[in-house]
């Protein structure tokens, strides 16, 4: 099986520019979260989505947006970009069930300028 | 507060001798505990996972973790470590009713002496 992937893989942003990263998930699975991991704050849950529905948010502002599509990758937004925003963006996926075993991608890096 | 603390943020051990890190979380009952090990620029591996049953899992690449209910304790060890096994681990926990996702500590960076 093809293990989780995230494009693009590095991603160089102006101060004001939103920003759209997509994750495809592993073949059947039906549940995808985000992470961003900072040298700061470590890594912070964004959000999950299941079956094309948020199920749970983390503590980010409205700025962080995310969607799942029918086949199961998600994307996920950001807006206004803000020099605090330059992270590792990480994407795990999982069966959803609530044992929570959760595979995540390479990540994607965004350096916000 | 719940909480995952990986009291350890360095840790420098020579190749071949054994290796622990420490993991305690604080929730009201028992989550379930991961470990997942980050090389640099990278994804996380996950390492093992404990849901119940026999206290002492394997996971892969020679670690083993072991689950102490009355210290809330999920440390993870290795016999004999390996120059690969330089990474940073991070030991993470799931409880459906904090909010169905993973929480994760602080993480611990290992650096191997040849």
């Known amino acids: 099986k093809a293990g989780v992937t995230q494009t693009p893989r590095y991603l160089i942003k102006t101060r004001g520019q939103q920003v759209t990263l997509s994750c495809s998930p592993i073949?059947?699975?039906?549940?995808v979260s985000w992470y961003q991991q900072t040298p700061g704050q470590g890594l912070q849950f964004l959000f999950e989505y299941f079956s094309e529905t948020q199920r749970n948010k983390g503590n980010f502002p409205g700025r962080f947006s995310g969607r799942q599509f029918s086949n199961s990758r998600s994307e996920m937004n950001v807006s206004t970009l803000e020099l605090g925003d330059s992270a590792l963006y990480l994407c795990?996926?999982?069966?959803?069930?609530?044992?929570?075993?959760?595979?995540f991608g390479p990540g994607t890096r965004l350096t916000v300028t | 507060a719940q909480s995952v603390t990986q009291p350890d943020i360095h840790i420098t051990v020579s190749e071949g001798a054994s290796l622990e890190l420490r993991c305690n979380y604080s929730y009201g009952a028992t989550p379930y505990l991961f470990w997942y090990v980050q090389s640099p620029g990278q994804g996380l591996q996950l390492l093992l996972k404990?849901?119940?049953?026999?206290?002492l899992v394997q996971g892969i690449k020679g670690f083993e973790a072991e689950f102490k209910r009355s210290q809330s304790s999920f440390n993870l060890r290795k016999p004999s470590v390996h120059w690969s096994d330089a990474a940073e681990y991070f030991c993470?926990?799931?409880?459906?009713?904090?909010?169905?996702?993973?929480?994760f500590g602080g993480g611990t960076r290992v650096l191997v002496k040849p």
């Open positions: 795990a996926s999982s069966t959803g069930t609530p044992d929570g075993e959760q595979y």
């Open positions: 404990y849901f119940s049953g026999d206290t």
């Open positions: 993470a926990v799931f409880l459906k009713a904090a909010g169905n996702k993973l929480t």
């Open positions: 073949s059947g699975h039906r549940s």
